[in-house]
């Protein structure tokens, strides 16, 4: 949602200049990256993603179990790709800005998707409104297309090593 600040320059609903997209290393900073994370179920591991966001403000506690019950009435789609999960619910569920945090499991866990199972990257997605919803998919799509950068996720073993893959993201993205 675009918004007046008074000023004479437009913002988006979470205060940030319209027209400026949100990198992935301003969506997913170094407190909301988890990395040797247990989980036993996804529901555990969607919890576990969750609880990044809701430590750094993004989220409510409610929002947290939103993405339990979408994931449990719509199915195993958050798994969006091999090995990897996005859940995520509706702003109205207690999003308080566009975020995203990522944890590491220790252990891949099954979220039902046999095309995508087992998981081990758990992207948690918070937004605002659907305009900052699409700008952060479109950030973490631009990421999941490069099989380099991928295999450099799934091989890292420190948040630095995360952090340097966003970094190598944006510069190949140009952002």
Do not use: C
Not at 65 to 73: F, L, W
Not at 99 to 113: C, D, Q
């Amino acid at each position: 949602m675009i918004e007046d600040s008074g000023n004479g320059t437009q913002t988006t609903s979470d205060n940030r200049p319209s027209g400026k997209p949100l990198s992935l290393r301003e969506l997913l900073p170094r407190e909301r990256i988890g990395l040797d994370v247990k989980a036993g179920t996804w529901q555990e591991a969607v919890r576990e993603a969750g609880k990044l966001l809701l430590e750094s403000g993004a989220v409510t506690p409610e929002y947290i179990e939103a993405m339990v019950k979408v994931a449990e009435e719509l199915g195993p789609y958050i798994a969006i790709a091999p090995g990897i999960a996005l859940p995520h619910a509706s702003a109205e569920a207690g999003a308080k800005q566009t975020a995203l945090s990522l944890i590491k499991l220790v252990a891949p866990v099954n979220f039902g998707n046999p095309d995508n199972d087992p998981v081990r990257l758990v992207f948690g997605l918070a937004a605002v409104d659907h305009t900052a919803h699409i700008v952060a998919l479109q950030a973490l799509a631009e990421l999941f297309l490069s099989k380099d950068l991928m295999n450099q996720l799934f091989s890292a073993r420190s948040t630095r090593s995360v952090l340097e893959v966003f970094r190598q993201a944006e510069k190949i993205l140009g952002k």
